[in-house]
C-alpha cells in the first residue's frame, strides 16, 4: 500500500505580503507536482494534514480553480479540518465552509473525531484515525486527542492524523504545543501531523513514526522559512514501514520568493511593537483585538468552568461566520 502526505496547502486568492511571487499561481504549480507524483507512485491513498483553506470563505473563483486540479486526483482523498478551514477554531462549523462543500461534492473526505476508517489495498490493512484542530488540543490534560488506545485486530497498520502543535522539541513560552516524547505511548504506528508550518525531522520511537513534513507554503519571511524548502511524504507499507520524502521541484529557494527586506524592517518594528504593547497591556480592550487572539485567551483562561469556556467559543464562532458573510 503505499500512501501520500501533505498539510498546510493554505489556498488562498490573495498574495501574502512577504511574498515576492504570484502566489496562488505558484501553489497551483505544487498542487499540479503533487497530482503527478501521486500518478508516478501509484499512490493508492492521499491524506491531507489541514488547512486546505487560508480561511472558511474562500473566494468561490479561487475554490473553482483549484477544485479542477483536487478532482484529479483519482484516489481516495482523506483530509482532517484545520484552524483555518473553520469558523472560531469550531470543527462543528464545517457545513457552513467552503471545505465541507467539497466534502458533500464528493472531492475529498472529511475525517471526524472518533471515526475509524480501514484502508485496504495489496492484503495491507490500515486503520486510519483523525483529530481535527480543536481551541484545546494543545492543553496538557488533551493528550488523548493525540494518543491512539485502541486498534483493530485486524488490521496490519495504525495510522492517525493531527492538526496541533506537535513538536520534537520545547517551543516558545506562551504558545500551547505538545512534545512527542509526552505522546510516545500512544498505539498508533504512524503519527502525521499538521499546523506547524515549518515541521521536523521524521521521528521514530519503539518502531513507532511522528510525521510532519511542514507547509506545503511558505508564508512566513523567517530565516527558518527561507532555508526550508516544502515536500511530501511517501509512505508504503507492506511487511514494514517505509517513508520517503519528496522535495518539491516546483518550489523555488526561499530567497527568491520570500522577501528578506521585509525581515530587516520588522527587526526595528519589532522592536516598537513590543515597547507600545507594553505600554498598553492595562488597558486592552477587547473589542480592539484580532478574533485569533480573543479565541487564544479564552481557550487557555484558567479558573473557568469548561462548559463557560465551549459557550463563549461557540458565540465567537457564530459572530464571526455573521462578521463575514455579512448575515
Known amino acids: 500500500m503505499k500512501i501520500l502526505f501533505f498539510t498546510d496547502t ?6 501574502p505580503r512577504n511574498r515576492k511571487d504570484n502566489f496562488v499561481d505558484t501553489l497551483e504549480k505544487k498542487l499540479l507536482e503533487i497530482t503527478e507524483i501521486i500518478e508516478k507512485n501509484n499512490v493508492d491513498f492521499v491524506l491531507h494534514g489541514g488547512d486546505l483553506f487560508d480561511r472558511p470563505d474562500i473566494s468561490i473563483s479561487i475554490a473553482s480553480r483549484f477544485l479542477r486540479i483536487l478532482n484529479n486526483i483519482k484516489v481516495p482523498f482523506y483530509l482532517i479540518s484545520g ?8 470543527p462543528d462549523t464545517i457545513n457552513r465552509t467552503i471545505l465541507g462543500l467539497l466534502s458533500v461534492l464528493g472531492v475529498i473526505r472529511i475525517i471526524n473525531r472518533g471515526e475509524k476508517i480501514i484502508l485496504e489495498k495489496n492484503n495491507v490493512k490500515v486503520q486510519l484515525t483523525a483529530q481535527p484542530y480543536i481551541y484545546d488540543i494543545d492543553s496538557p490534560k488533551n493528550l488523548d486527542y493525540y494518543i491512539v488506545k485502541e486498534i483493530d485486530p485486524n488490521v496490519n497498520y495504525a ?3 493531527v492538526h496541533g502543535m506537535l513538536l520534537d522539541k520545547p517551543f516558545i513560552k506562551g504558545i500551547p504545543y505538545t512534545l512527542i516524547d509526552d505522546i510516545k505511548d500512544t498505539l498508533a504506528d504512524i503519527t502525521l501531523c499538521g499546523h506547524y508550518h515549518s515541521g521536523f525531522k521524521t521521528v521514530k520511537i519503539d518502531n513507532k513514526y511522528f510525521i510532519n513534513p511542514g507547509s506545503v507554503v511558505r508564508i512566513s519571511n ?5 532555508e526550508r524548502m516544502p515536500k511530501v511524504v511517501l509512505i508504503e507499507l507492506s511487511n514494514d514501514i517505509n517513508i520517503k520524502e519528496v522535495y518539491l521541484k516546483s518550489a523555488l529557494p526561499g530567497e527568491e520568493v520570500l522577501d528578506r527586506e ?3 524592517k520588522n527587526l ?5 511593537i513590543i515597547e507600545f504593547k507594553q505600554s498598553i497591556d492595562a488597558a486592552l480592550d477587547f473589542e480592539k483585538m484580532d478574533i485569533n487572539e480573543i479565541l487564544i485567551r479564552v481557550s487557555n483562561a484558567e479558573g473557568v468552568e469548561e462548559k463557560v469556556i465551549k ?9 464571526h461566520m455573521k462578521g463575514i458573510s455579512g448575515e
Open 222 to 226: 523567517s530565516l527558518k522559512e527561507i
Open 159 to 161: 495510522i492517525h492524523m
Open 262 to 264: 521585509e525581515i530587516e
Open 268 to 272: 526595528y518594528k519589532n522592536e516598537r
Open 83 to 90: 484552524n483555518h478551514d473553520v469558523y472560531g477554531h469550531n
Open 311 to 319: 459557550e463563549a467559543l461557540r458565540r465567537i464562532a457564530n459572530t
Open 10 to 15: 493554505h489556498i488562498r486568492g490573495t498574495n
